[in-house]
């Protein structure tokens, strides 16, 4: 019942967020529009390791890795079929399958939750170092050349599906990307209400009662992971469709340590908070960016330690217990009342 | 002649030079009602670890209904039947009393048939007042109830309790005690426990774990009169 109840003020939301962000080119211009397109592309990532991280109790360091596959999978795609919609698709599966793979040799070798965190760390590094050195004529899948580290430039953007001689505008680019956003938001909401999403969060409490029951929580963990690596990489091609532009920085350490921030700062075990947490500390990193008084870093840093100390649960599970408890009180008051009438 | 519920031959587990089972055979009948007693350390709970895939024996083999068992894995070992309350509760922390039950109950029925399960066991186990309670703010006895009733919601035919009754109150084991005779009607149960007043309500017959190994095995009545029991119990020259 809460669920239902929890998921109808999901819909609202969303249906609001919705509204908003079709409207949203008729008030501000191009460059917010592009600014909030790469910042949605981002908040997709974010809900990727909100969900692994928060639900299945994955701590993957390298969210990155699947990004920047996907990313590159739809760059490489997308330049030699001259038509976005399958190379969103390769976008998706090309990290899916890689995720399959590394997700079954940790989770299945029963590698304990920090060394799943150092490893993917890892693989993101060496991913990193490998497409970094990929420059020159040698290294080309097809027509579309890799380029080491200048990256590859002029990747087509997104076309309307079935003709590729129609691409979207930066308006229309940004009302995709604003509505994936909500899509892969909704249907991990009704993935966490199913079953399966029960299931999950019972292994990420207790791995030992669950499997005392008869769950094998390797296969329940491996494809929490991969649906992770899906949805990091169509977070790629969102954010390759923004920049028409892809290089490896993609899988650079910062990014990996910033995804993690976002979630923290916006709330673990929610999936609001990791979007919200992505949206407001990109704002925040670009503005003070565009001040040039301090560094934005320094700043991003600063707030992680006073999230860490003074709001361990982040943002959204914070406001949700302060709304809670306000309900619980003025539930609470109208007996009062009555009495008071009496008397 | 069939065979019997649940047998282990000369099951062993040793750790390092430590042997911390020791060539244990065990026989249960079907619906049979075992207690398994035994000063700290003589490997009760090592004992139930080896029969439900948490550890893997380091010799001999443990068959259920027949089955070679040994070495699966804890799902796998479910699967077949056996649901098991740990030592120290093992729970879903975060989750309901009625979540925890509804996913015990999911594993084999229909989203529908697990809600039906888990009320009618919350009923039973006069949990219906806590179901929206968030098991990790309950006190130690109602979360080894939870437990209990997980357990029950996996509707396994064998059922091992490692003392279900530590942490309760005078009336909470009288309780426990009659849920365990109750559950015993349809299905067979070993357990494991150190209250001796609480084994005199349950016991028929009693196997005594001593250092790994069987020390004795007979009725109740005469394992507790039994001189050798003391002694493991009370240590040697007190009983003497």
Not at chain 1, 45 to 51: C, D, I, N, T, Y
Not at chain 1, 269 to 289: A, D, K, R, S
């Amino acid at each position: 019942m809460q669920i239902l109840n929890g998921m109808t003020g999901a819909l609202i939301g969303s249906a609001i967020a919705a509204v908003a962000i079709i409207v949203a080119p008729f008030f501000v211009d191009l460059f917010q529009i592009m600014q909030l397109t790469v910042f949605a592309a981002m908040a997709v990532l974010a809900l990727s390791l909100g969900f692994i991280w928060g639900y299945g109790g994955i701590l993957c360091f390298g969210q990155t890795s699947f990004f920047g596959l996907g990313a590159y999978a739809y760059a490489v795609s997308a330049i030699n079929f001259g038509d976005s919609t399958p190379a969103i698709l390769l976008a998706i599966l090309v990290p899916v399958v890689f995720a399959a793979l590394l997700g079954y040799f940790m989770i299945y070798g029963g590698i304990s939750d920090v060394y799943l965190g150092v490893i993917t760390l890892t693989v993101s590094l060496i991913l990193f170092n490998l497409v970094n050195s990929t420059a020159g004529d040698f290294y080309k899948i097809g027509d579309a050349r890799l380029g080491g580290f200048n990256g590859m430039p002029g990747v087509p953007t997104f076309n309307l599906p079935g003709n590729p001689g129609y691409i979207l505008t930066p308006e229309q680019a940004w009302m995709v990307t604003g509505i994936a956003l909500i899509l892969v938001y909704l249907g991990l909401r009704v993935l966490i209400a199913s079953s399966f999403g029960r299931i999950i969060i019972a292994i990420r409490e207790n791995e030992t009662r669950a499997a005392l029951l008869g769950y094998d929580p390797r296969i329940y963990k491996l494809i929490t992971f991969m649906i992770g690596g899906a949805i990091a990489g169509f977070a790629g091609a969102l954010y390759v469709n923004w920049g028409a532009f892809v290089s490896p920085t993609i899988f650079a350490l910062g990014l990996s340590a910033q995804i993690i921030i976002w979630v923290i700062i916006g709330g673990r075990g929610t999936l609001i908070g990791p979007v919200i947490g992505c949206l407001l500390l990109q704002w925040m990193v670009t503005e003070i960016g565009a001040q040039q008084a301090l560094d934005a870093n320094f700043i991003l840093g600063a707030i992680l330690i006073v999230f860490v100390l003074l709001v361990p649960k982040g943002i959204a599970p914070t406001l949700r217990g302060l709304a809670l408890s306000r309900l619980a009180r003025t539930e609470a008051a109208p007996p009062e009342t009555r009495v008071k009438v009496k008397t | 002649m069939s065979a019997p519920l649940l047998q282990t031959s000369g099951l062993t587990i040793r750790f390092g030079g430590v042997t911390a089972v020791d060539r244990v055979d065990f026989v249960l009948k079907e619906a049979e009602l075992r207690c398994l007693i035994g000063p700290n350390g003589a490997g009760k709970s090592t004992f139930f670890k080896l029969l439900t895939g948490q550890l893997p024996p380091t010799e001999g083999h443990v068959h259920l209904r027949g089955q070679d068992i040994s070495g699966a894995r804890p799902h796998e070992i479910a699967r077949q039947g056996v649901g098991i309350k740990t030592q120290v509760p093992n729970v879903f922390n975060a989750m309901t009393v009625h979540e925890n039950l509804w996913i015990a109950a999911r594993h084999k029925h229909t989203p529908a048939f697990a809600t039906e399960l888990t009320d009618q066991i919350l009923t039973q186990l006069r949990l219906t007042g806590i179901a929206t309670k968030e098991v990790g703010q309950l006190a130690h006895g109602q979360r080894q109830w939870v437990e209990i009733g997980t357990v029950l919601a996996g509707e396994p035919e064998l059922i091992l309790l490692d003392e279900p009754a530590a942490g309760m109150t005078h009336e909470e084991v009288e309780r426990t005690a009659e849920l365990i005779l109750e559950i015993n009607k349809s299905r067979a149960l070993i357990v494991v426990e150190h209250d001796m007043q609480f084994i005199k309500m349950i016991a028929r017959t009693v196997t005594v774990l001593h250092q790994g190994a069987v020390l004795i095995e007979d009725d109740v009545a005469r394992v507790l009169e039994d001189a050798r029991v003391r002694d493991v119990y009370l240590g040697k020259g007190l009983a003497a």
